[in-house]
C-alpha cells in the first residue's frame, strides 16, 4: 500500500526533493512510524523542527482549544495571541520589536529589507551592501538565496538581488576586506547548518559586533536552525553575549506550525520598516501565534534547555567515541543537540542504511551527517541512536566502500 501512496505522490508533487521511500503517518515522542506500522527513532525532528516531540499533549490541546475560538484574521487587527506571543519572545530573546512570518526564509526577506531601509533613511542611496558568509544558507525565496554563501543553490536563479559580497566564516580579516562605505549589514548563521554545523567563533562575533558599532552597520544573526534552545541557550547568540540588531527566527519557533519572525532593536525598529513598508497575509494569525506561546510555556514547564545542556555534550561524547572507532570519520563539530559527524566520503548511504534500520538521520552536505533530534531527546535515545549508527557504519562504512 505504501508503494502506491509514493507512486502517486510522484506523479502530483513538484519533484523538488529527492524523498526517501517511506510514508510517515504519526508520530509520538521522539519516534516516528510510518503507515505500515513500522517505528524510527528520529534524530532529525522535521529538520530541527518538533523540540517538544511529536504528540505532546499539551501543546496538541493549545491548538484544538485556538481552533476553535479563531484561526485568522487579518494583521489590520490585533488578536491576542500574537501579542502574547510578541510578549513572550521578547522576554527570552531580549530584542524589542517582531514581526511575525510563515517561515525562515520570509523572516530573512524581511531582516533584509529592514537592513537596507535602514540604510536608505540615513543617505537616500540605493547601492547599499550587505555582507554574507561563504557556505551559509538563509533560504531558497530569492533575497534570501542571493545571501546564501553555496554558488550551486544560487546559479540558476541569477541574477540575484546584487549588492551581495561573501566573506568567510571565522575569519575576521576577510570581513573587513569586503567593508566599504555602502556596507549596511552582515548576516550569518550564529551556527552554520547546512553548510556543515560549523560555529561561529566568540572571537569572531565580538569583532563583527564591533565593527558594527563602529561603522553603523547592522548585524543580523540568523537563528532558524541554531536558535530555540538547540545550543542550550534560548539562542546561540546568547551564548556569547553578542547581541544582534535584527535576529530571524522559526523552525522549533512553531514545533510544526509554519511560522517564523524576524526580531530587531528599538532604535531599528524607530528607523527602518514604517507602515506600507512590509505585510503578510497568515503571518501572525491566531493559530500560529498561540502555537509560539505554547512552545515558549513549555519550554520553561518542561526545562528544556536544561535537557539540552545535559544531553548535549552526552551526545558529543558518544559521537567522540563513535568517530574514534571508525576511520572512516574525520571529525566530529557542534554545539548541544545540532550536532554533525563528518565522513571521508558521501554519506547517503549510511543513511539509507540507517533508515531501513528505524533510525532517521540527515546530511548536511554530501560528506556530513547530522544530528539535529528534538530537545526533549534523553540519554537512553543517543544510546539507541549510536548503537544502530555503529551498526550501519559497519556494514555499509567500513567495507570496501571506505579501503
Known amino acids: 500500500m505504501m508503494k502506491e501512496y509514493i507512486d502517486e505522490a510522484e506523479k502530483a508533487l513538484l519533484h523538488t526533493y529527492n524523498r526517501y521511500q517511506v510514508v510517515l503517518e504519526k508520530g509520538d515522542g521522539v519516534y516516528l512510524y510510518d503507515m505500515e506500522g513500522k517505528r524510527y527513532l528520529d534524530f532529525v525532528s522535521g529538520i530541527a523542527v518538533f523540540a517538544l516531540g511529536y504528540n505532546n499533549k499539551a501543546y496538541n490541546d493549545a491548538l484544538k482549544a485556538q481552533i476553535d475560538k ?65 557556505h551559509s544558507f538563509h533560504g531558497r525565496t530569492m533575497g534570501a538565496l542571493s545571501v546564501t554563501g553555496n554558488p550551486k543553490y544560487r546559479e540558476a536563479f541569477e541574477p540575484m538581488i546584487g549588492n551581495i559580497r561573501f566573506a568567510r566564516m571565522n575569519d575576521f580579516d576577510s570581513v573587513t576586506a569586503q567593508v566599504t562605505d555602502r556596507t549596511c549589514a552582515i548576516i550569518l548563521e550564529t551556527v552554520q547548518g547546512e553548510g556543515g554545523i560549523y560555529p561561529a567563533e566568540e572571537d569572531f562575533l565580538k569583532k563583527l559586533r564591533s565593527l558594527c558599532d563602529e561603522r553603523d552597520i547592522l548585524l543580523i544573526l540568523d537563528e532558524i536552525q541554531c536558535g530555540m534552545g538547540r545550543t542550550g541557550y534560548m539562542f546561540a547568540w546568547q551564548r556569547y553575549g553578542v ?57 520553561e514547564e518542561q526545562k528544556v534547555l536544561e535537557n539540552v545542556r545535559e544531553v548535549g555534550p552526552y551526545l558529543s561524547e558518544k559521537l567522540e567515541e563513535l568517530a574514534r572507532r571508525h576511520d572512516c570519520i574525520e571529525t566530529h563539530r557542534g554545539i548541544g543537540l545540532m550536532q554533525g559527524l563528518v565522513f571521508r566520503k558521501p554519506v547517503a548511504d549510511i543513511i539509507s542504511r540507517a533508515l531501513e534500520k528505524g533510525l532517521i538521520l540527515i546530511n548536511a552536505g554530501s560528506h556530513i551527517i547530522r544530528f539535529v533530534p528534538a530537545l526533549v531527546i534523553g540519554r537512553a535515545e543517543v544510546d539507541a541512536m549510536i548503537e544502530l549508527l555503529d551498526s550501519c557504519i559497519e556494514e555499509r562504512g567500513n567495507y570496501a566502500y571506505y579501503r
Open 70 to 134: 479563531l484561526i485568522h484574521t487579518s494583521n489590520y487587527y490585533y488578536n491576542l495571541p500574537a501579542i502574547e506571543a510578541a510578549r513572550k519572545i521578547k522576554e527570552v530573546s531580549g530584542m524589542d520589536r517582531v514581526f511575525f512570518t510563515n517561515s525562515g526564509a520570509e523572516a530573512v526577506e524581511g531582516a533584509i529589507k529592514a537592513a537596507r531601509k535602514y540604510a536608505w533613511l540615513k543617505d537616500g542611496r540605493t547601492d547599499h551592501e550587505i555582507i554574507a558568509m561563504e
Open 243 to 299: 547581541k544582534p540588531d535584527i535576529m530571524t527566527t522559526a523552525k522549533a519557533l512553531g514545533c510544526g506550525v509554519p511560522v517564523g519572525a524576524f526580531l530587531m532593536t528599538e532604535r531599528v525598529a524607530r528607523n527602518s520598516l514604517a507602515a506600507g513598508d512590509h505585510g503578510t497575509t497568515y503571518g501572525g494569525n491566531p493559530l500560529a501565534a498561540a502555537a509560539v506561546c505554547k512552545v515558549l510555556e513549555l519550554f
